[in-house]
């Protein structure tokens, strides 16, 4: 597939999931497309202008390197959602490549829910982190937001990676085919079609 077929695909995408799970996934599928480009479009933004500020006027803006600081913190956190959807996260499957496709799919499903405990583990430590972050009272020295605000997507982002790992899970169980998301069919699958 071309990347504009890749782009156009992730556009219209809608889960295949039955009911609410699909409803869901295709909601987040969504909302991570808009955080990711809405992030990407605002940093490149403020960056531009405070280069123009910079060279052209003399003077920077005193609070670029703080939003840009919260910027890369939403697009992080929201990207590692996208990853998982979109089967592009780090795998080492030099053991996982040698297995026949049935326990190829139960090792997919095994670490799909692993992960996802995994994710939603790191999301509870991450709301400690913020009311501890809170009750501290600390603020960004430019801008005045408290301190904890910006991190307000770090739970986001691991909650929504968690779902996605449950969601792959959940495929897996009910497809015939191993997935590496909801979207992504396992290239070494007998069938070898994203969906």
Request: hydrophobic share 50%; proline share 3%.
């Amino acid at each position: 597939m071309s990347t504009e077929e890749d782009e156009a695909a992730e556009k219209r995408y809608r889960s295949d999931l039955p009911g609410p799970l699909g409803l869901l996934d295709t909601f987040l599928a969504r909302l991570e497309a808009v955080i990711l480009g809405l992030g990407v479009l605002l940093m490149a933004t403020n960056t531009i202008a405070n280069v123009i500020g910079r060279f052209l006027l003399g003077q920077s803006i005193f609070f670029s390197g703080e939003i840009n600081r919260i910027l890369i913190i939403m697009i992080t956190f929201a990207g590692i959602g996208y990853a998982a959807r979109h089967g592009r996260h780090i795998r080492m499957s030099a053991i996982y490549d040698i297995f026949p496709v049935i326990t190829r799919k139960i090792l997919m499903i095994t670490i799909a829910l692993i992960t996802s405990a995994a994710m939603f583990f790191l999301l509870y430590f991450s709301v400690l982190y913020i009311i501890d972050l809170q009750s501290k009272g600390r603020v960004l020295p430019a801008l005045g937001f408290p301190i904890w605000t910006i991190y307000l997507w770090v739970p986001l982002g691991f909650g929504i990676t968690g779902i996605q790992y449950f969601l792959t899970a959940i495929k897996n169980l009910r497809e015939k085919d191993v997935y590496l998301s909801t979207a992504m069919v396992d290239g070494y699958s007998d069938t070898e079609t994203e969906v």
